[in-house]
C-alpha cells in the first residue's frame, strides 16, 4: 500500500517539481547528463504528468529559475499557461535581479502566481542585489512563499550559504520562504534559520534518501528539531521530480525510516502544504 494511503491521506502535495518549456527541458537535462546524476523520468509532459497522479500527487508548482537577464518573463508566461491547463498543477514563477524585476513580479502576483522560485547557485547572483530588495518587500507583504535553492550543495556557488539568505531575511523578517533540500549541507545552519524567522520552512527535496546520504549524510542529531520543525507546519515534502537518480517512491521511504512518527510524516506529506495552499483537508 501506498505510504499516503496507510496515513489515512488524500494522498501528496509535492512542493518540488520541474516542468520546463521544451528547449530548456532539454538543456537542463543535458546538463544534468554532462555534470550530475541520470534522469530516472525522462518521458514527455503528458506522461510525466500521469506518473505524478499514479503516485499519489495532488498538487504541485511546475518550477523554473532564471539563470540570466531575460529570461524570467517567458519561462513566467509558460508556466502560467502549464498551470491553466492542468488543475493540479500551482501556479508558479521566478525572477531574476534585472531592471523591471519588481514589475514582472507585481504582474505575476496579479495572475495568479502562488510560488516563486530562485536558484541561487544556478542563477549565480547574490539575493542581496539592491535590485531584489524591493521584490523580498513584496513578496513578505503578499505572504507568498518562495523556494530558494540557497544551499551549496550539489555544487557551491558564488553566493550559496545561509549568509547571503539570513541576511535577507534580517531585512524581510515576515518572508515566507521554503530553503530547498533542506540547505545541503548546510544542514544546522539553515534549520536555525527556519527556527529563528516564524515563515521560513524547508522542504524534504533529495534530503535523506540513499543518495545524498552517501555524499552530505543528514546529522542524526538534529532529527529531534526536525521533528519539531514538521509539528510546527515548516517542513514540507519536496522531490525534485523528474531530475532525480532514483524512484519517486524512494523520497517516501527515506522519510518514514526516519521514523518521526505518524503525525509527523501527515503533516509533510500533506497538511504543512495543504495550509500553505490552502488545499482540501483531509
Not at 504528468?49 to 500527487?57: C, D, I, K, T
Not at 520552512?201 to 542529531?221: C, K, Q, S, W
Not at 515548516?234 to 503525525?263: C, T
Request: proline share 9%.
Amino acid at each position: 500500500m501506498e505510504l499516503w494511503r496507510s496515513l489515512g491521506l488524500p494522498g501528496l502535495i509535492d512542493v518540488h517539481v520541474h516542468f520546463y518549456p521544451q528547449r530548456m527541458l532539454d538543456k537542463v537535462w543535458a546538463y544534468f547528463d554532462k555534470v550530475f546524476w541520470p534522469i530516472t523520468y525522462r518521458g514527455s509532459d503528458a506522461e510525466r504528468l500521469a506518473q505524478l497522479e499514479g503516485f499519489g500527487v495532488r498538487a504541485f508548482p511546475a518550477l523554473s529559475y532564471a539563470h540570466q537577464p531575460g529570461m524570467a518573463i517567458d519561462l513566467n508566461a509558460w508556466a502560467l499557461g502549464f498551470a491553466a491547463a492542468h488543475p493540479a498543477c500551482l501556479p508558479s514563477a521566478t525572477f531574476y535581479p534585472e531592471p523591471g524585476v519588481l514589475g514582472y513580479v507585481r504582474g505575476c502576483l496579479a495572475d495568479g502566481v502562488r510560488i516563486f522560485k530562485v536558484h541561487v547557485q544556478v542563477g549565480d547572483f547574490d539575493p542581496r542585489d539592491e535590485l531584489l530588495d524591493p521584490v523580498w518587500g513584496l513578496l513578505a507583504e503578499a505572504g507568498t512563499p518562495i523556494i530558494a535553492h540557497a544551499g551549496s550543495g550539489p555544487l557551491p556557488g558564488s553566493h550559496t550559504g545561509p549568509g547571503p539568505l539570513g541576511e535577507v531575511l534580517a531585512r524581510h523578517p515576515r518572508l515566507r520562504a521554503i530553503v530547498a533540500h533542506m540547505g545541503t549541507p548546510e544542514y544546522a545552519d539553515f534549520l536555525a534559520l527556519a527556527e529563528r524567522y516564524p515563515n521560513v520552512g524547508l522542504d524534504t527535496t533529495m534530503a535523506f534518501t540513499d543518495f545524498v546520504e552517501g555524499f552530505a549524510p543528514y546529522p542524526r542529531e538534529l532529527l529531534p528539531r526536525v521533528t519539531e520543525l514538521g509539528l510546527a507546519g515548516k517542513v514540507y515534502f519536496g522531490s525534485d521530480f523528474p531530475n532525480i537518480p532514483y524512484e519517486y517512491a524512494h523520497q517516501l521511504e527515506a522519510l518514514a525510516r526516519l521514523d518521526l512518527g505518524d503525525e509527523w510524516l501527515r503533516a509533510v506529506l500533506w497538511g504543512n502544504a495543504s495550509a500553505l495552499f490552502d488545499q482540501p483537508g483531509v
